[in-house]
Structure formats: structure tokens, C-alpha cells
């Protein structure tokens, strides 16, 4: 028995679905046989500042930062590049630390430093509380959150003689 020209097209067409099947059982077997595995939510990054919000003045415990017609200016004087030191207050992020956790930090809860951000557009300023542990700091963004965040204090609270 002969095939004609379109029982071979048949063929070919019958051979390319055998082989996608075979090509795709294992994937569909292997999804069906495992069963899914409930994700652990990660905690949640929160930016300490709303992205609509940005810092037109920023007064740490020991200095001040003014943004003017000029540019970045400090009070005192510092030798690091204040542009990018404000860049990295306006886009500090950190975990958000539940209120269980935030009870057994308490007791190590000891010196706290105010940081007051005067931002574009509002009267009043942003007033964050920081607290600095051992692994990490520990933010208040003055709405209520508390997050938590992993840098030197260099980064955050530079020396009056610092050379970032």
C-alpha cells in the first residue's frame, strides 16, 4: 500500500504532535503529581519617604542640609558630596518590623536621634526617629511605621569630618 501525497502530509502532521506530546508530558506529569507549596510572604520594603515626596531641607542632630538656588548646602561645612548623601536619605527603604517585634526591641531602644526632612510642597516637616542597634537601625517614619534598615552610620549620620 501506497500513501499519497496527502496521506505523508498526515503522516508529518501526526509525527510533529507525537513529538510536541512527548516533548511536553514530563513538565505536565511533574505539574500535576507535585503539590504547591504555600510562599512565605517576604516582609514588605517600605521607602522611609512617599516616591511624590522630596527633601528640600534635612536637620540631623549634629548638621544641617539646605537645598538652594546654588545647590546643596551644609551647615557646618562637610567634604562629602551632599547631592548624594540627600539621595540617599530620599531613597532609604527598610523591612517593616511588626509590633511583636517591635516589643521585644524595646529594651534596647536607648538613644534616640530626630531627624526632621522639610520637604517640597508641605509645612510641616517629616520627623523620623532612628535608634541604632547592633545589626541594624531602626527607623520611625513619623506615620506610625517602624522599619528596619541595614547600613553604616557613616551612610546615615556622617562625621563632621568625614570624607565620603
Known amino acids: 500500500m501506497r500513501l499519497t501525497r496527502r496521506g505523508w502530509n498526515n503522516v508529518i502532521i501526526i509525527g510533529v504532535l507525537a513529538f510536541i506530546a512527548v516533548i511536553q508530558l514530563p513538565g505536565l506529569i511533574r505539574a500535576r503529581l507535585t503539590t504547591p507549596v504555600a510562599s512565605v510572604p517576604s516582609p514588605a520594603v517600605i521607602p522611609l519617604f512617599a516616591q511624590d515626596r522630596i527633601i528640600q531641607r534635612l536637620l540631623l542632630p549634629k548638621m544641617a542640609f539646605q537645598h538652594s538656588v546654588a545647590g546643596w548646602e551644609s551647615n557646618p561645612s562637610i567634604t562629602l558630596d551632599i547631592a ?81
Open 84 to 164: 548624594t548623601f540627600i539621595a540617599r536619605w530620599q531613597t532609604l527603604a527598610g523591612t517593616e518590623v511588626s509590633e511583636q517585634q517591635l516589643v521585644s526591641l524595646k529594651s534596647q531602644l536607648k538613644t534616640p536621634r530626630t531627624v526632621e526632612a522639610w520637604l517640597v510642597g508641605y509645612s510641616q516637616p517629616q520627623r523620623i526617629t532612628a535608634y541604632q542597634l547592633p545589626h541594624f537601625w531602626l527607623f520611625n517614619n513619623g506615620t506610625g511605621q517602624w522599619l528596619a534598615v541595614t547600613v553604616d552610620a557613616d551612610f546615615l549620620f556622617p562625621r563632621l569630618s568625614s570624607k565620603l
